[in-house]
Structures are given as structure tokens and as C-alpha cells.
């Protein structure tokens, strides 16, 4: 498992994240996602809502890559790891529960991403893997 040093979740708390996920047939889809969070030292989160072109490709293949730049640092990460979509659980109803108050509906999914690994997106140091 690849580990988030407090630097990278500061930047992920703080700047948008971008997901990126492959179909089945190969073509690649990139979208921003809001709700990504750190969840645990070496696990990234993300709901999926709409159950749309991301959730598809994820449940054909879960590899994906999730990027996040600060802009105004010239600065950021590209972490990669192979999805795992909750559907039900502790972690799941909790989710559902916040998304209910703030207005929106019952996600299809709590998507997990335990990092397999981690590269720098540091121009200085573009694609070079931190672990």
C-alpha cells in the first residue's frame, strides 16, 4: 500500500481531484469529483451518484487514477489504485445519510480506493513515482 503524507491530504482537502477511469472497450473517461476525501492513511473516497459513465467503467474495471494540482504551487499528485464500490455497509449508510441532509439522493456507490501507488505531477519532477 502506498501511504498519504499530511502534505498530499492537505492538497486533496483543499483543491479539486479529477478521476480517471477506463471502459470496457478502452476509451478513457476524466471527470472532477467533489467528494473525494482521504479516508484512512492509504484509502481515497469518492461517491458516485449518477451511476453514470464513471460507475460504469468502475464496475467493468475498477483500475483508476486520481489526480489533484494546486495551481497556484505548480504542484501536485497523481495517485492510481483499483476501485471498490460500496453499496451497502457502515460506510455507505453514513454517506447517505449526510448526502440526505444536504439535499441530495441515496448514492450508487461509496467508491474505495486503497493506493497502489503514488507519482508526483511537480513539473520538475513530472511522473516520477513518490511510492
Known amino acids: 500500500m502506498a ?4 502534505e498530499m491530504k492537505k492538497m486533496i482537502g483543499e483543491n479539486q481531484c479529477f478521476i480517471a477511469t477506463v471502459s470496457s472497450d478502452g476509451s478513457p473517461n476524466v471527470v472532477p ?3 473525494t476525501q482521504v479516508l484512512d492513511d492509504d484509502t481515497l473516497m469518492f461517491v458516485e451518484v449518477t451511476g ?3 460507475f460504469q467503467n468502475l464496475s467493468a474495471n475498477p483500475a483508476v487514477s486520481i489526480a489533484v494540482v494546486n495551481k497556484d504551487r505548480n504542484d501536485g499528485y497523481r ?3 483499483k476501485a471498490e464500490l460500496v453499496k451497502e ?3 455507505f449508510d453514513n454517506v447517505s445519510k449526510k448526502l440526505k441532509e444536504m439535499g441530495y439522493p441515496v448514492p450508487k456507490a461509496v467508491v ?7 507519482y508526483t505531477m511537480n513539473p520538475k ?3 516520477e513515482r513518490i511510492v
Do not use: M
Open 3 to 6: 501511504k498519504l503524507t499530511d
Open 33 to 35: 469529483k467533489r467528494s
Open 52 to 54: 453514470k459513465q464513471t
Open 79 to 81: 495517485f492510481n489504485g
Open 89 to 91: 455497509g457502515p460506510l
Open 112 to 118: 474505495k480506493v486503497p493506493l497502489n501507488e503514488i
Open 125 to 127: 519532477r513530472a511522473g
